[in-house]
């Protein structure tokens, strides 16, 4: 049996649902969802949505949450995954070296990866995504092919060790897979490509 510990990585302005939403989640199958951020502190979360009528994300302030780590400080060898929440924070947070380091061993090693929405830039930034298929916000379509990546508008794409989605509203399906994902990682039942 591997780890049953799960990285969260945020930052100020990590968006609210894309959060916690997985954070819930890892507990409900006996996971220890680990929140990660720059420093070990309290983070400010914000909500965001495209209202009707607009054509840009509208965002309002939202929970807080604490970080449990700072980036510097992780063993990335504790940790049976890795999910790349969206908001404002991936623009913030990509260049710390610290991160960048830890999310290179996650590809590598071939870990479970979750990203949704902005994450993507994490992974973008990291030069983890060359050849890679995923989805993300719209706007950030760029920022994925730009850095090697293949965007695919969907819901959710698997490739490999990671499964991808658009917005918050892809939770569900990436949720689905990224669990079943991490279960076969903690129960020595996944197959290494």
Same mark, same amino acid.
């Given at each position: 049996?591997?780890?049953?510990?799960? &990285?969260?990585?945020?930052?100020?302005?990590? *968006?609210?649902?894309?959060?916690?939403?997985?954070?819930?989640? &890892?507990? *409900?199958? =006996?996971?220890?969802?680990?929140?990660?951020?720059?420093?070990?502190?309290?983070?400010?979360?914000?909500?965001? *949505?495209?209202?009707?009528?607009?054509?840009?994300?509208?965002?309002?302030?939202?929970?807080?949450?604490? /970080?449990?780590?700072?980036?510097?400080?992780?063993?990335?060898?504790?940790?049976?995954?890795?999910?790349?929440?969206?908001?404002?924070?991936?623009?913030?947070?990509?260049?710390?070296?610290?991160?960048?380091?830890?999310?290179?061993?996650?590809?590598? /090693?071939?870990?479970?990866?979750?990203?949704?929405?902005?994450?993507?830039?994490?992974?973008?930034? /990291?030069?983890?995504?060359?050849?890679?298929?995923?989805?993300? !916000?719209?706007?950030?379509?760029?920022?994925?092919?730009?850095?090697?990546?293949?965007?695919?508008?969907?819901?959710?794409? !698997?490739? =490999?060790?990671?499964?991808?989605?658009?917005?918050?509203?892809?939770?569900?399906? !990436?949720?689905?897979?990224?669990?079943?994902?991490?279960? /076969? *990682?903690?129960?020595?039942?996944?197959? !290494?490509?």
């Amino acid at each position: 049996m591997t780890s049953n510990k799960a &990285l969260i990585i945020v930052g100020d302005a990590t *968006e609210t649902v894309d959060t916690l939403y997985p954070h819930l989640r &890892l507990q *409900e199958d =006996g996971f220890i969802p680990v929140v990660a951020g720059p420093e070990k502190r309290q983070f400010q979360m914000v909500l965001h *949505e495209v209202k009707p009528g607009w054509t840009i994300t509208r965002e309002w302030e939202g929970y807080t949450i604490e /970080a449990d780590i700072a980036f510097k400080d992780i063993d990335v060898n504790e940790y049976a995954g890795i999910f790349f929440s969206g908001g404002r924070a991936p623009e913030y947070i990509r260049d710390d070296p610290d991160l960048i380091r830890i999310t290179q061993h996650f590809f590598d /090693a071939n870990k479970p990866i979750a990203s949704i929405c902005h994450g993507v830039e994490i992974p973008a930034r /990291a030069d983890r995504v060359r050849g890679r298929k995923m989805s993300c !916000v719209r706007k950030c379509r760029f920022d994925l092919e730009i850095c090697g990546g293949i965007f695919v508008d969907e819901p959710f794409v !698997v490739d =490999g060790n990671m499964v991808s989605g658009r917005t918050w509203h892809d939770h569900g399906h !990436v949720m689905r897979e990224w669990m079943a994902m991490l279960r /076969a *990682e903690r129960d020595g039942l996944r197959k !290494v490509a």
